[in-house]
């Protein structure tokens, strides 16, 4: 095997937005950091390629078509309280009122032609529509209903505070039933939140991870809106930040899967390419959890220590994705579909994908379920579910695909949470960093960006020690 000096202080694999987070935290710190992408486009999960018309691979990364549908890896929002995701990006300098479109509210179709409501999302730039949200939509759910939703909000932020372990032990669903919440109220609103959100519904949703999404919006509440993206997420954001990355000394190299690490005793100092082994001061695994584990398992897998990591469950996802002959929806937002597969969709022809007359993108839940289906079931499926939500989608679809995985994401089944990792693994020069990684902020790409600059942190203060 051909040994390559490296002149890298660190080696970041994976660049979705964990491990470009830690590389440009480093690199802005002067360190010398190259990012090792096994795909051809970088982003990881905050991504857009064109897909051809072969059906997807059930894992990542993505092969892109020159002459395929225009796709992206499952369609995100900006939430308006994050905190580290726009400092990062305005350092990088991003201006994130030309890379967002805020949204000034949400909509819950209720199937099979019950109703539909629509709430207001932005308290400060959408007052009235807020509080009409809050007061009226009465046919999705009662007074009643609503204030059966108060015991179990004022419990579930106050156990998140101070029992988070005994309340991972517990779903949604048991959590809910627990302190009265009404049925249609679990049906209506916290079974399209889970689902919408995080592709499970609210039987095997924890209600840890639950409480944890949304407590900051809580805490936060007057900087609650949402942002849709002009413009594919890798082009918008992924690409610029790479190119801060670079004209902070840093490197990023597409098309360069690692094999494996190189040891020199009980420390990493370095990676095994197809090219050959590259040697680094450290090493930071910032690549999904699935890859990670895959990765990491030859060299600790018998290690007494390392068994929570490979325990932490992997679940699967599953998006459609729809150019149309003209929008699907009168507005470019976020919209739920409880009692169907379409967890969560948007429009996205005014904001995101401009260059078709319709374009919509749907998370589809439940996700493990729908794994078993081909690309043509599920669509089947879609158009089944769209009439119920009172949405003629069939004649106006002219390409759709359907992006799948099998383990980019971690579990957010109840038990899971207690085997997340920390940043710091205690081998010398190897870190981890992902929205798996032990943060506050979950499978967010805050938490994304977040579990980064954990791990730039604890990089820097390793290479000190060594020097």
Known sequence: MLVVTSNQDV????????????????????????????????????????????PQSHHFPPRPSPSGMLVESGFHKFLGFYEDLPKLLRRAGIDLDEMLTWEKTMEIRIPDGKTAGEFGIAPVKAPLKTI???????????????????????????????????????????????????????????????GGILFLPPERFSALVFFSLFAPAAAKVLKMQ??????????????????????????????????????????????RLDSGDLRAGHVVVAADLGSAQRLLRPEFGTAPQWQPFFALQTMPHITLQLELTEPLLPEDRTEFGPGTIWGSFTEQSRTTFRHVPGRVSAILTPSDELMALTDEEIFERACLDAVRLGLELRPKVTEYRVIRSRDLFYSVQPG?????????????????????????MYTTMEGAVRSGLLAAEAVIEALQTQA
């Not at 899971?416 to 506050?440: K, W």
């Open 226 to 271: 949402i942002g849709g993206f002009n413009g594919g997420m890798r082009d918008v954001m992924v690409e610029p930040l790479i190119e801060a990355i670079r004209d902070r000394g840093g490197e990023v190299r597409l098309n360069s899967p690692v094999r494996g690490l190189l040891r020199d005793g009980e420390a990493v100092r370095g990676v």
């Open 132 to 194: 009409g949200g809050l007061l009226g939509n009465n046919d999705i759910l009662s007074y009643a209903e609503k204030l059966s939703l108060l015991p179990f909000l004022a419990a579930g932020f106050k156990d998140h505070a101070a029992n988070p372990e005994e309340l991972d032990r517990c779903s949604v669903k048991e959590y809910a039933e627990r302190h009265g919440v009404h049925p249609d109220a679990l049906s209506h609103l916290l079974e399209p939140l889970t």
């Open 416 to 440: 899971n949470d207690r085997h997340r990792p920390e940043q710091r693994t205690g081998v010398p020069g190897l870190t981890l960093a992902g929205d798996y990684i032990r943060q506050s």
């Open 11 to 54: 080696i970041v694999v994976g660049s979705g937005l964990a491990g470009l987070a830690c590389a440009f935290e480093l690199a802005d710190q002067g360190r010398r950091v190259l990012v090792l992408e096994a795909g051809a486009v970088a982003g990881g999960r905050t991504s857009n390629w064109k897909q051809g018309s072969e």
